[in-house]
């Protein structure tokens, strides 16, 4: 059956156009149940008889679970439970979570994915007997709530011959009362979880959210909230008024960064402001959260203010007052004032699930608590619990829910207990949820894309492959690495050149575009690695396994080959998917030991001394064009084999192998990267590095002046030459400490898509190169394995696919990568913190 819908649009140029939409609507859409004795379904995924694996005294009955909208968005965590099961989601409540939130999305992707859960889509809007059209002035929320209670109708007359009842979980009052005057079951979810029984735990884990009517008698109102409680923070402004006000110049969007120092401040990072603006007083902040992306209004500068040199932590306020003297009428600048603002509207939430403690009430025996996040920056959370008993002493996780006018903090609700506090597999996972580092086990779904065992190199891939097993080949990694994704070669060529090559473990050989475990390997990013264990980016078979560069194995690889002079010039380069067998796989310190050892002839020992001869040339050409030499505090941990407590600290020592691996690895990251521009103008996964804006360097600058040095910084060759030329003979780390503090006023490295910016800002900074990208580690990281499949692409190796040529999409996936990637630095740090207190506790005398 077609139906088709026409409306007027107003075009760009001022004209008026009609459009025809076609809406095809079908009768071969099945229920999905087991039960259905109508719908002739292959597999079912509502089970037969579904009784409830916890009683519920509302529901005794058999009964299948019908979700409105803001149920799937605001009780997620109820929903992910065992007691939660088969369900039957509408099309239209799937495609308006999508809309306006896509985490709770992902996560209702997940339980849909998960056969134990019996999630079942019904499009509704695609069946001819639950198809409906919106009426004249109906709001959008008014006609999803329409479509809900249609299909919860049309469900109700599929199984009205059987035992099985349709029951409507919604926490919108209107939609309930309709749906119950139409004959209908439905409940709110605090009714459903509440009669189930024992499991009154479920409870802490309902979300707290603001219901409309409070939150209208609340606006209608500058002085006192329902019952009488005081307004604390100011109305945030519509969405229209922020955007109008934005464009007009009257506010400003940045970021909200909350002060370490003192709760009461906080400053926005302005977009198109060098500097960021500062707040003073939590009614300025106005309900703002570390991360939110929001809106302010600039004061005068007769109101701006200077940040308080007093340190100020939250102890936790009982009652809900702001304690503060918000006042900005005075007359005359302070002291040290700073640009000044206030936040009028939050145009982003940045909240997540927060890993924390849980604080006595106030009230002995009662219910209601603070809780208090492992991140100092996010204020306390007030929760509901009768569990106190049981998470006093653990480490908890707690969502935010809303955050009312007339509450001093954000209200939340229990999701999880981790673990007592300081048991280091509870630490590990709290650094690892807090950085949002996906950990769990690979699903089944992504398994199925592995290769089978035993796997071989065939006939077939020696025809398409270039055969190189007969070079000498090896690697050189850190101690213990399994996850080799690169090796190199050295030739001497009959004319007086070299033959110089790169070989890249092929992962985009085992992981193809779309499917489940090219898309879990998107999501995850990078590896991360922490001090105790890896996370891997791709299965274990794939990363230590089948793509790792092993010695004496034969390998698929992605080779680069130059030829160079003995200057270490290029003369030409070639790409090639080749088959290798690593001679050797050797650490850092077992190469260089061969180097070192003139005893040691052999090919390999030739071929890395030739390939450490030419990563000198080529490191002082980087260094002449104007590539910083950075320095940072790297250590690495003796781990006890039993308990993997760390037993010993020690710095890492880096040898000229490692700069040697490092050279040829810019290098081919280098070529590819011109490669792959060619190739795709428009789309190319690039990498840049941002110059730093010069306010960056002013910490360094005042280091270097009190020893009498004066810091270029208007470039990268003025920096590096004058970071040279800072060196006490006396004081021998002084040149070490300003290149590590160098480090930290650096800006982030960033992945990017060639079409999204001028090539004048594709400019690596750190590197002087005007081009960049990453090629050398696909087995930890999904740039590389994109960008492998540009360069397959561009040497005709492999067939084009439109997302490798839609730059918007790169950029997309660029944005996720570029977060990844800060998440995993900052969860490697907090790891080396956690051992190094774990190392220090562990030796103290008993």
Known sequence: MLTSRSFVKKTRKGGVMKVVREHYLRDDIWCGSAACTKCPIDKPVLEKEPVPEVENTLCSYPHYLLLDTNVVLHQVDILEDKAIKNVILLQTVQKEVKH??????????????????????FTNEHHRDTYIEIEPKESPNDFNDRAIRKSLAWYDEHFKDTPIKIVLLTNDI???????????????????????EGRPELMDRLAQIETKERERKANDSDITAPGGRNVLYPEHLSSYEINAGIKQGRYKKGTFKASRENFREGYVSVQGMEKMVFIKGLANQNRAVQGDIVAVEMFAESQWTAPSTVIAEDKGSKEDV???????????????????????GIIQRNWRPFCGVIMPAAVKGGTKHLFMAAERLIPKIRIETQQYETLAGNRIIVSIDSWPRDSRYPLGHFVRNLGAIGDKDTENEVLLLEHDVPHLPFSEAVLSFLPKLPWTITKEDETVREDLRHVDICSVDPPGCTDIDDALHYKPLENGNAEVGVHIADVSHFIKPGNALDTEACSRGTTVYLVDRRIDMVPDLLSSNLCSLRGGVERFAFSTLWEMTPEAEIVNVRFTKSIIKSRAAYTYEQAQNKIDDKSQNDALAIGLRGLLKMAKILKQKRTDNGALTLASSEIRFSMDSETHDPIEVERKVMRETNSMVEEFMLLANVSVAQRIRQEFPQSACLRRHPVPPLSNFEPIIKVALTRGFELQVDSGKALADSLDKANIPSIPFFNQLLRMMTTRCMTQALYFSSGMLPEDEYLHFGLASPIYTHFTSPIRRYSDVIVHRMLAVAISADACFPELLDKAKIQEICDNLNYRHRMAQYAGRASVDLHTQVGMYSSLPV
């Open 100 to 121: 306006r939130s896509l985490p709770s999305y992902k996560r209702i992707r997940d339980l849909i994915a998960n056969e134990t859960k019996r999630f079942y889509v």
């Open 174 to 196: 209107d939609n309930r009362e309709k749906a119950r005057n139409e004959g209908r079951v439905a409940y709110t979810v605090n009714e459903y979880v509440k009669a189930m």
């Open 322 to 344: 702001l304690d503060e003297d918000t006042d900005n009428s005075h007359i005359g600048p302070k002291k040290g004032a700073v640009p000044t603002c206030r936040i009028v």
